[in-house]
């Protein structure tokens, strides 16, 4: 059974880089037709969609976020990972990841989420 | 402003009934059959209900089920129970600027 799990700082300074890396265990990140995708969520508010990378390594990202992200994949630790650059406090919430299945477009599994704060 | 529509709150008895909505727009819920619905307990991750409209992963009970009409897709939860309070958000595949769109979730109170 795939799991998940996230990891990094906890705390990033505005004007920063926030970066996460999500371990894949339990199956390859390297088979199968999945997005390995990046969500988030603010304190108290909805899910909001950051961006994706293929098995292939293709990216998309939200175009509200596309200028300052990157995801990457590293297949021989089982890891992809999340950049985002300059950030403020808007972007303070807890990151996801999780696998979506190309096939049938739904997100499973989910990690557990790591929060991320955005301060000086 | 979330891309799909979702009222804010709903709520029922243990026993009863509920129906939870999800709009949006004939460029995502009515144009494609990949709604999903995500339950999400307090301080945990989402956890994946329905997938391609109707579909239950295994494990997940049978008293939830979805549908959909037009550009609406729903939720129904039958024989609500305690442990059915929670968050639930859909979500649909689209073909707008971005391949992925959530509801604002609902929250569901077991009274």
């Known amino acids: 059974q795939v799991q998940l799990q996230e990891s990094g700082p906890g705390l990033v300074k505005p004007s920063q880089t926030l970066s996460l890396t999500c371990t894949v265990s339990g199956g390859s990140i390297s088979s199968g037709s999945f997005y390995w995708s990046w969500i988030r969520q603010p304190a108290g508010k909805g899910l909001e969609w950051i961006g994706r990378i293929y098995t292939s390594g293709s990216t998309n990202y939200n175009p509200s976020l596309e200028s300052r992200v990157t995801i990457s994949v590293d297949t021989s630790k089982n890891q992809f990972s999340l950049k985002l650059n300059s950030v403020t406090a808007a972007d303070t919430a807890v990151y996801y990841c999780a696998r979506y299945v190309a096939v049938a477009l739904y997100f499973d599994p989910w990690g557990r989420g790591t929060l991320v704060t955005v301060s000086s | 402003q979330s891309a799909l529509t979702q009222p804010a709150s709903v709520s029922g008895s243990p026993g009863q009934s509920i129906t939870i909505s999800c709009t949006g727009t004939?460029?995502?819920?009515?144009?494609?059959?990949?709604v999903s619905w995500y339950q999400q307990h307090p301080g945990e991750a989402p956890k994946l209900m329905i997938y391609?409209?109707?579909n239950r992963p295994s494990g997940v009970s049978n008293r939830f089920s979805g549908s959909k009409s037009g550009n609406t897709a729903s939720l129904t939860i039958s024989g609500l129970q305690a442990e059915d309070e929670a968050d639930y958000y859909c979500?649909?595949?689209?073909?707008?600027?971005?391949?992925?769109?959530f509801g604002g979730g609902t929250k569901l109170t077991v009274l």
């Open positions: 979500s649909s595949y689209t073909s707008s600027s971005t391949p992925v769109v």
């Open positions: 391609e409209v109707t």
């Open positions: 004939s460029s995502d819920v009515g144009g494609y059959n990949y």
